[in-house]
């Protein structure tokens, strides 16, 4: 049994992320900490630029994903906090070139004041569901080699 998405009818379908999700049972969840737009050492990348902070961003909650050992079409849920006065249709734009438009997550926006990391524009927290391999049985994914052994 893989994620599911619902999108109802009688609400908007977005480009950008689905209305609701059901996460089957077996699935182990991965949370991703709020990311924001810098490199290993620390350093902020695209000061002042939400579009190349937003990329940064992504990538960093990519990485944390490729760890757990999931990937984008395994997002749950984005939560998304952004400055006041940044082009969101900007940040949006730059963030869903990294998301599946098949596979789209919950997404959660909030414009703050400020960010807790000096320069910080956008920070990004997510949620995956890891589908682990020794559960694919017991929710009749995968194959059994012996049928015969429940």
Do not use: H
């Not at 992320?17 to 991965?30: D, F, I, K, N, R």
């Not at 961003?57 to 952004?82: F, H, W, Y």
């Amino acid at each position: 049994m893989a994620v599911e998405r619902i999108n109802p009818d009688q609400l908007e379908r977005s480009p950008y992320y689905s209305q609701a999700t059901v996460v089957p049972a077996g699935a182990s969840l991965v949370f991703v900490g709020g990311q924001n737009a810098v490199d290993a050492s620390g350093a902020v990348i695209g000061e002042g630029d939400i579009e190349a902070q937003t990329k940064q961003v992504m990538v960093n909650v990519m990485a944390c994903l490729a760890a757990a050992g999931t990937q984008a079409t395994d997002l749950v849920s984005l939560e998304i906090k952004v400055v006041a006065g940044v082009d969101l249709r900007a940040a949006a734009q730059s963030a869903a070139d990294y998301l599946d438009p098949n596979s789209l997550p919950l997404v959660s926006v909030s414009v703050v004041q400020q960010l807790a990391r000096p320069g910080a524009l956008v920070e990004v927290s997510a949620v995956a569901a890891r589908l682990d391999a020794g559960d694919a049985v017991w929710l009749g994914r995968g194959e059994v080699a012996d049928p015969a052994w429940f």
